[in-house]
């Protein structure tokens, strides 16, 4: 036994230091760190079922038991729910060690059925690898073994086979205390205890694929993946998720040449292992017949499939055309898809073409120059001591931001104050909640900022201001506007810009935004209805589904000479292109994507691109030396080296071994700072309800639709009132209402829902069964709408 | 419906507001759901969960753990006959075939006019006065096959009904706390003084 005794040594104790003994070694364990974490550092693997390092623990498996000497001699004790104590003497493999784990693991055996070879899980399952490691090899029990129906499908995405079940409690866990839904729980007891969700009731959280990654045995099993490969076949590459700029750390598996599952990888800053179902699941589409596969381009008979020369060369003249009249003629929209690499391609294309409208954001996002605010890591966010949310729903739209910012107001490491017009998945965590309707915002930030509570509560540490769109059918300015009233209250807040689109910070930073001037999406697509633009390059963009005025892309899409798209599939908006590229998908190339809060991180290629499709970056290259505008890179390593070499934010990355596991955060420059000059108000007229539009996880996204999983959760768009608004309109709930705004009008059932705020009216962006698009089209700062019933 | 009523529904938040955490007066829901409908409904339970701010899971878990907690339906007048060890012993498996033939339902059953409901039951802790069973957790001890007739037309005459009230009900007389005696809903966490009635004196 070692004790650092710092009176001899002369050096300064760390508080935190806690001496233990480990199988005869002496280590330094942290206070209140827990035996199994502090032997897994001293690599003395100590066998565990339930024990889960991202939750709490509950000794529920018994199957970590390790000796730990007493005055009274070896005592066996649980060595996840057990602390490290100064002078611990902790032994993990002793006979008698030895001899409690394999009776514990007899006894989990007992019930469990030996199928392995027909189990999903096989080979990679911690029971299956235990029994061997810690196991008796041999089991005393003859009885039969417990029988349940299996499996049963719990949700659409899981399956539950409830014999292989060792009620570890990791997944009702995660759904209760990572979640937050509690939709699973163990019910009965003793011998029949097993886990269950409420009848008819399924488990439908957004984060139920995390179960089936974390079940200690094949007992959760997701339906994408059943009996699709073996593990020992599986190949793998570790890669970032690009489904939302959250970029959570994930594990990209195929199997003969084809992806066949995403598991979370745990880092540190960004996402603990978690993923959300999305994101998950949505490898499907990369899959999916309907890809890409060959270039088109528009003959009398429609779009034909024809050979990359032609199609470039087809495309070249159409720029060529276009750009002959002048460079704003030309115009690209998107760019949010693909990799830093990809974007910086195009921005450099586009430069040599002299092409200033671009815009990687799509008319749904925040002015760019929220990016050079003061910024926040997620960590930072997650640490600071008030949060202020202005910002969508995160659970819908950046679920691993909501599990982190919930974790840390559950904790009481946080307090949140959100400003909102609608309930979000954080309100139940939030310290304060101010309602606004859209227009007003930062008149009510300014006024709760205000109150000696609150500003004894901002004075208490960092503020950090989570700054998003909020609402669809409301003009950017307003969030901007609420964001400068928190400066004015906090000018040492920092910002996490929290813009969806997967990598929209890169994009943006590599060049696709508007240059000198020339306007954002909503006046390029404004410009192209009014005949200026000829010819459109749409770069992995859906205008059709993505622009919330789908009207004024149609237009555009009318006015627009020649529309060239490159994408994966075909969509609702390059039905009608001209030339359509095929690009590869994720998990098709490689490259860096920059997430939300400015990291960069890697992304691999895991299997061959479908058919012909090839990556963004090299659509540019080849486009631009059919133009004459050759940007002069030939390899991936060229352009990324060119990528730092050029842009300050990047040059952070330079060492592309950085961008592996944690990744790098961008290169920050002086923050700019900004403050309330005018603030704009805009008042309701009290028979009409402001419309907030807003999206959900689930909608009509092609990489939702073409998911087998997750299409069949796409719900059908309604409109949503707080309940005592159904009494003032005169309907029923379910009914079809009209919703009518300054001259238009859509048809669409109405929904009470008390998460909506009274005096606002919420629609779900692009969900099935209504169009939306006639109440978007309006322009106008926010949209007044008014309900009435259809007589 | 099979939702708590409307006096339920008041007792019930009135019960709530004895706990500092509104999930821990679930049990005491749970109890005043079988009360009302002699088993726990899905309804109920849905409803329980919006009272108490659990999801219906979490409700359904809680209740399933308890034996004395039905959710289908069960007869006014509950019969469980013990077959542990000692009554055994002392003829409880004939009582029990007895019983199934007096009833016309094999154990578990509930005899098609809804009255009872007869079930096996583990040692119910009364060895010494073996064959014991219970009907709605009242005892009944030293149980003849005769004993059982007459317990079973009694139950049906309604000549018990003062002793034995109908599955559910666990108490004729319901807790009243005059406001003035409320010791109020306060969190573990809030508690910083020792309670009243150690006086100062206890060392804890």
């Known amino acids: ?791 | 419906m099979s939702r708590l009523n409307e006096t339920n529904t008041k007792l019930a938040r009135e019960i709530i507001s004895r706990y500092p955490r509104p999930k821990s007066a679930l049990i005491p829901l749970l109890h005043i759901s079988q009360e009302q409908n002699g088993y726990i409904t899905r309804e109920a339970m849905q409803h329980l969960g919006e009272l108490v701010g659990v999801t219906s899971a979490e409700v359904y878990g809680t209740a399933t753990f308890y034996e004395m907690f039905k959710f289908e339906p069960v007869g006014k007048y509950l019969i469980n006959i013990c077959g542990t060890m000692s009554c055994a012993l002392m003829g409880a498996h004939e009582l029990m075939q007895h019983a199934e033939k007096k009833l016309g339902v094999k154990a578990g059953g509930t005899t098609p006019d809804g009255v009872f409901t007869l079930a096996h039951a583990e040692c119910q802790a009364a060895c010494t006065e073996a064959p014991t069973l219970q009907v709605n957790y009242r005892y009944r001890l030293r149980v003849t096959p005769a004993d059982f007739d007459k317990l079973v037309d009694d139950l049906k005459d309604g000549k018990l009904g003062d002793e034995i009230p109908q599955h559910g009900v666990l108490a004729k007389v319901r807790q009243v706390i005059a406001p003035e005696r409320e010791v109020g809903a306060k969190a573990p966490e809030d508690v910083n003084d020792a309670p009243a009635w150690l006086d100062g004196k206890a060392a804890l």
């Not at chain 1, 270039?295 to 720029?319: F, H, Q, Y």
């Open chain 1, 1 to 791: 036994m070692t004790i650092v005794d710092p009176a001899k040594t002369g050096e300064v104790a760390d508080p935190n230091a806690v001496n233990i003994t480990i199988n005869g070694k002496p280590t330094v364990a942290r206070k209140g760190e827990l035996i199994i974490a502090a032997a897994d550092r001293t690599e003395d693997f100590i066998p565990r079922f339930c024990y889960h390092p991202r939750m709490p623990s509950v000794g529920m498996c018994r199957q970590c038991l390790v000796e730990v000497e007493t005055p009274r001699g070896p005592k066996m004790v649980v060595s996840c729910v057990t602390p490290v104590a100064e002078g611990q003497v902790v032994r993990t493999a002793t006979d008698s060690v030895k001899k409690a784990q394999e009776g514990m693991l007899e006894l989990l055996l007992a019930n469990h059925p030996l199928d392995c070879p027909v189990c999903d899980k096989g080979g990679e399952c911690p029971l299956q690898d235990q029994a061997f490691s810690h196991g008796p090899g041999e089991s005393r029990f003859v009885e039969e073994k417990r029988h349940y129906e299996k499996p049963i499908a719990i949700s659409d995405i899981v399956y539950l086979d409830r014999e292989r079940c060792i009620l570890c409690d990791r997944c009702t866990r995660f759904a209760d205390e990572v979640a937050g839904d509690a939709l699973i729980s163990f019910i009965s007891r003793g011998n029949d205890t097993q886990v269950m969700t409420f009848p008819d009731e399924p488990f439908s959280s957004y984060f139920s694929g995390n179960t089936v990654q974390i079940c200690p045995v094949g007992a959760l099993t997701a339906k994408s993946y059943r009996f699709k490969a073996r593990p020992w076949d599986l190949d793998q590459t570790e890669s970032t998720c690009t489904s939302c700029s959250v970029g959570c750390r994930t594990v990209v598996q195929s199997s003969r040449d084809e992806l066949v599952r995403y598991q979370g990888v745990d880092i540190d800053p960004v996402n603990w292992g978690w993923l959300c179902d999305r994101g998950r699941y949505n490898f499907e589409s990369v899959n999916s017949p309907d890809r890409l596969t060959k270039p088109l381009v528009k003959t009398d008979a429609g779009l034909e499939a024809t050979s990359w020369s032609v199609a470039l060369e087809n495309a070249a003249r159409m720029i060529r055309l276009a750009l002959a009249k002048g460079p704003r003629s030309v115009a690209i929209l998107g760019g949010a898809r693909g990799t830093n690499e990809d974007a910086f391609a195009w921005a450099m294309l586009a430069d040599k073409l002299g092409i200033d409208q671009r815009d990687a954001q799509l008319g749904d996002g925040l002015n760019p120059e929220v990016f050079n605010l003061n910024q926040a890591t997620i960590d930072e966010a997650c640490a600071a001591s008030t949060i202020i949310l202005l910002a969508p729903d995160l659970k819908e739209e950046l679920p691993v931001l909501y599990l982190r910012l919930r974790d840390s107001a559950q904790k009481r490491k946080s307090r949140i104050i959100e400003f909102s017009a609608h309930d979000s998945g954080l309100t139940p965590h939030a310290w304060r909640t101010f309602d606004y309707e859209p227009g007003n915002q930062a008149r009510v930030v300014r006024d709760a900022l205000s109150t000696d509570e609150i500003r004894e509560q901002l004075s208490r540490g960092q503020v950090v201001v989570v700054l998003g769109r909020a609402n669809l059918a409301e003009n950017e300015m307003f969030a901007l506007q609420a964001a400068a009233a928190v400066f004015d209250a906090a000018p040492n807040a920092k910002v996490l810009p929290v813009l969806r689109r997967g990598n929209v910070r890169g994009a943006v930073v590599a060049g696709l935004t508007p240059q000198n001037d020339s306007g954002d999406a909503i006046d390029i697509l404004r410009s192209a209805a009014a005949g200026k633009i000829d010819c459109l390059v749409l770069l992995g963009a859906d205008p059709i589904s993505d622009v919330a005025d789908a009207g004024i892309v149609q237009r555009a899409f009318a006015q627009v000479k020649n529309l060239i798209s490159i994408d994966t599939m075909l969509t609702g908006s390059n039905r009608n292109a001209d030339v359509v590229l095929p690009a590869a998908a994720y998990g098709e190339k490689s490259g860096t994507t920059t997430n939300l809060e400015g990291r960069i991180s890697n992304l691999s290629q895991k299997i061959t691109p479908r058919g012909t499709s090839r990556p963004d970056w090299m659509i540019a290259t080849e486009l631009g030396i059919a133009l004459g505008a050759d940007i002069g890179v030939s390899s991936l390593e060229q352009l990324n080296q060119k990528l730092v070499a050029t842009i300050g934010a990047f040059s952070s990355s330079k060492d592309p071994r950085s961008t592996r596991g944690d990744g790098v955060l961008m290169t920050r420059e002086t923050p700019v700072s900004i403050s309330s000059s005018s603030v704009k108000v805009l008042e309701r007229n009290a028979y009409n309800l402001r419309l907030v539009v807003s999206r959900t996880m689930y909608d009509r996204a092609q990489s939702t639709l073409a998911s087998p999983s997750l299409v069949g959760i796409v719900n059908d768009a309604a409109i949503h009132v707080h309940p005592s608004e159904l009494a003032r309109i005169g309907v029923a709930e379910g009914t079809t209402v009209r919703v009518g705004a300054e001259g238009t009008s859509i048809v669409a059932p109405i929904k009470a829902n008390n998460r909506v705020h009274r005096g606002v009216a919420w629609l779900p962006f692009n969900h099935t069964g209504v169009d939306i698009n006639p109440l978007l089209n309006i322009v106008g700062d926010v949209t007044d709408v008014r309900i009435e019933p259809i007589k």
